[in-house]
């Protein structure tokens, strides 16, 4: 049902129960104002818990999840597709566009004649064509969304993790939107920190940190760049911590079985500053964005 909001210049206006906890802007005096309540926690069942085990549904083409209570009610279904009859074909069209462009060049620099200007001619072209088939690239595959329904992907919409760029090279930014497409937060991480320990960052609509996860330990991190998971034995645990004061909030752990299994426990946020839909949208990135 509606918010009444009122505003110190005494406007009182309504507002959907979904921008609880938000600022929204008083139309009268162009004001901030807050909403009264909790950030949307009241309005969905997944809200209402702590400890979320994700589930990954594997033999499907889609990563899939299916978000469960501790005690293993099914609270959310969440679907990222894969596009792969849109992509696939992007991919060869990026492949096949740079080895054109590289032959191509390639081919007027042996024309002229002389190995020193072949093998320039052969280096532009190699450039030309890796960036043309990225481009091309680009242009053609689709993003790659993520959708949380309550319950089943027939159920209603609960959040959406939207991809920003098509290709990524040095950061991969996404914002995480309500059902009513209201911006919750923004997910960001940083391609060459990953190289030695990954860290997804949250900014809140603000634009201010407000959580980080982070791999449980650096040298547990370089270790399994080195030697990988050790058949579980070093699986990639994070830690979910308040940026503000380093404080850990929560931790996404991989349970020791042969599919893809998680725990988001988030008790050590008992005021829940974190919206749940943020903290598991941070939980499904953490697992389909590092492709684990």
Same mark, same amino acid.
């Given at each position: 049902?509606?918010?009444?909001?009122?505003?110190?210049?005494?406007?009182?206006?309504?507002?959907?129960?979904?921008?609880?906890?938000?600022?929204?802007?008083?139309?009268?005096?162009?004001?901030?104002?807050?909403?009264?309540?909790?950030?949307?926690?009241?309005?969905?069942?997944?809200?209402?818990?702590?400890?979320?085990?994700?589930?990954?549904?594997?033999?499907?083409?889609?990563?899939?999840?299916?978000?469960?209570? $501790?005690?293993?009610?099914?609270? &959310?279904?969440?679907? %990222?597709? /894969?596009? *792969?009859?849109? !992509?696939?074909?992007? +991919?060869? @069209?990026?492949?096949?566009?740079?080895?054109?462009?590289?032959?191509?060049?390639?081919?007027?620099?042996?024309?002229?004649?002389?190995?020193?200007?072949?093998?320039?001619?052969?280096?532009?072209?190699?450039?030309?064509?890796?960036?043309?088939?990225?481009?091309?690239?680009?242009?053609?595959?689709?993003?790659?969304?993520?959708?949380?329904?309550?319950?089943?992907?027939?159920? $209603?919409?609960?959040?959406?993790? &939207?991809?920003?760029? %098509?290709? /990524?090279? *040095?950061?991969? !930014?996404?914002?995480? +939107?309500? @059902?009513?497409?209201?911006?919750?937060?923004?997910?960001?991480?940083?391609?060459?920190?990953?190289?030695?320990?990954?860290?997804?960052?949250?900014?809140?609509?603000?634009?201010?940190?407000?959580?980080?996860?982070?791999?449980?330990?650096?040298?547990?991190?370089?270790?399994?760049?080195?030697?990988?998971?050790?058949?579980?034995?070093?699986?990639?645990?994070?830690?979910?911590?308040?940026?503000?004061?380093?404080?850990?909030?929560?931790?996404?752990?991989?349970? *020791?079985?042969?599919?893809?299994?998680?725990?988001?426990?988030?008790?050590?946020?008992?005021?829940?500053?974190?919206?749940?839909?943020?903290?598991?949208?941070?939980?499904?990135?953490?697992?389909?964005?590092?492709?684990?």
């Amino acid at each position: 049902m509606p918010i009444t909001v009122r505003c110190l210049c005494g406007h009182a206006h309504d507002v959907p129960d979904d921008e609880a906890g938000a600022t929204v802007t008083c139309p009268r005096c162009r004001a901030p104002v807050r909403v009264p309540g909790v950030p949307g926690q009241d309005q969905e069942p997944v809200l209402a818990h702590d400890v979320f085990l994700l589930a990954q549904r594997h033999l499907a083409i889609d990563a899939k999840y299916v978000v469960a209570s $501790p005690d293993g009610e099914p609270l &959310l279904f969440v679907r %990222r597709p /894969a596009h *792969l009859g849109r !992509n696939v074909p992007a +991919t060869l @069209a990026g492949v096949l566009a740079g080895f054109v462009t590289f032959g191509f060049i390639r081919g007027v620099g042996n024309s002229l004649g002389g190995p020193a200007v072949e093998a320039a001619f052969a280096l532009v072209g190699l450039l030309a064509g890796a960036v043309l088939g990225v481009a091309v690239y680009a242009q053609l595959c689709a993003k790659r969304h993520v959708t949380a329904f309550r319950r089943d992907e027939r159920g $209603p919409k609960v959040f959406e993790v &939207l991809q920003l760029e %098509r290709v /990524a090279f *040095l950061q991969s !930014n996404f914002t995480v +939107t309500s @059902a009513t497409g209201r911006l919750l937060a923004t997910l960001r991480v940083n391609h060459l920190t990953r190289l030695f320990r990954t860290e997804w960052n949250a900014y809140g609509p603000d634009g201010k940190p407000i959580a980080r996860a982070i791999e449980d330990a650096l040298w547990r991190a370089l270790l399994r760049r080195l030697v990988g998971p050790l058949l579980g034995a070093l699986r990639t645990n994070y830690l979910i911590e308040d940026p503000r004061s380093g404080t850990p909030i929560g931790t996404f752990e991989r349970r *020791l079985t042969i599919l893809d299994r998680y725990v988001l426990d988030m008790r050590g946020d008992p005021e829940r500053k974190l919206d749940r839909r943020v903290a598991v949208a941070l939980g499904v990135m953490l697992d389909t964005g590092e492709r684990r």
